[in-house]
């Protein structure tokens, strides 16, 4: 489908956008359009305040997508637009595409948000960004969230972050103020442990695949059966760090940013 047919290098391309004249026209309060052109689930992760959402599930269907789009939106299109990505790499294609659709005023942001963490104080950005490896998501400091991991089955993101039980938030509107920061405190040392646990199990994992042994499975008792760990998206249970590393790996080899 369409997106392959397009070369950037013999299409009309868009200028670039520096991040930091983009940090510029946040900042300015400069009427233009903020165009996400990653998947839905990586925009559920974090994007900028007041992008465009078109709900993309993949790439592939970019042309279809934002040509309807711009149909049930022109008004959103007849001011500057400013297409990005993760790394800008999908802008390449997307951003040609929409002056092919008749989009007069396009830029693309030049290195993608990846850039614009590195180069501006990422002010404008909410939350975090989607990265296609086993970090799965990135802080506008560029650091790796540990909160967040991809399941296994469907490569949705998920939260390891539970939501707090019903009888702690009973417990909480009895109690005290200070109760309710030791509950805290011990529900984040517990997530901590959780998280240890996953990496030892990485860790583990990978010292058997270097040496050429398939693991077995990891017994029961270690894997994270835990309500709290259910995808909420398939109803997996995030268990198997090995399938989390040869996800991540595979996701890698297909995706671009
Ligand atoms: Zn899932």
């Given at each position: 489908m369409g997106v392959d047919r397009i070369n950037p290098a013999q299409n009309a391309s868009a200028p670039y956008l520096a991040p930091k004249e983009l940090r510029e026209w946040l900042a300015s309060g400069k009427e233009f359009t903020l165009l996400d052109t990653r998947n839905d689930y990586e925009i559920r992760l974090g994007t900028f305040k007041n992008a465009v959402d078109?709900?993309?599930?993949?790439?592939?269907n970019f042309p279809q997508i934002a040509s309807k789009y711009i149909q049930a939106h022109p008004e959103l299109f007849q001011r500057p637009v400013v297409s990005f990505c993760t790394g800008g790499i999908r802008c390449e294609k997307a951003a040609p595409l929409l002056l092919e659709m008749g989009v007069k005023d396009v830029y693309q942001l030049e290195g993608g948000i990846l850039q614009y963490f590195m180069d501006t104080d990422g002010e404008g950005y909410e939350n975090d960004c989607y990265v296609f490896d086993r970090r799965v998501s990135l802080n506008r400091h560029l650091k790796p969230s540990t909160s967040v991991r991809m399941c296994f089955q469907c490569r949705q993101p998920v939260h390891l972050t539970p939501t707090p039980p019903q009888q702690q938030v009973e417990a909480e509107t009895k109690d005290a103020t200070e109760n309710q920061q030791q509950q805290f405190e011990g529900q984040h040392e517990k997530e901590q442990q959780q998280q240890i646990e996953v990496e030892k199990n990485e860790v583990k994992e990978r010292k058997l695949q270097a040496e050429g042994r398939r693991s077995r499975q990891v017994p029961p008792n270690k894997m994270e059966i835990d309500s709290s760990l259910q995808c909420p998206f398939c109803s997996a249970f995030k268990v198997s760090a090995s399938s989390f590393a040869s996800l991540s790996s595979s996701v890698r080899k297909q995706s671009s940013l």
């Open positions: 078109m709900q993309l599930d993949t790439f592939r």
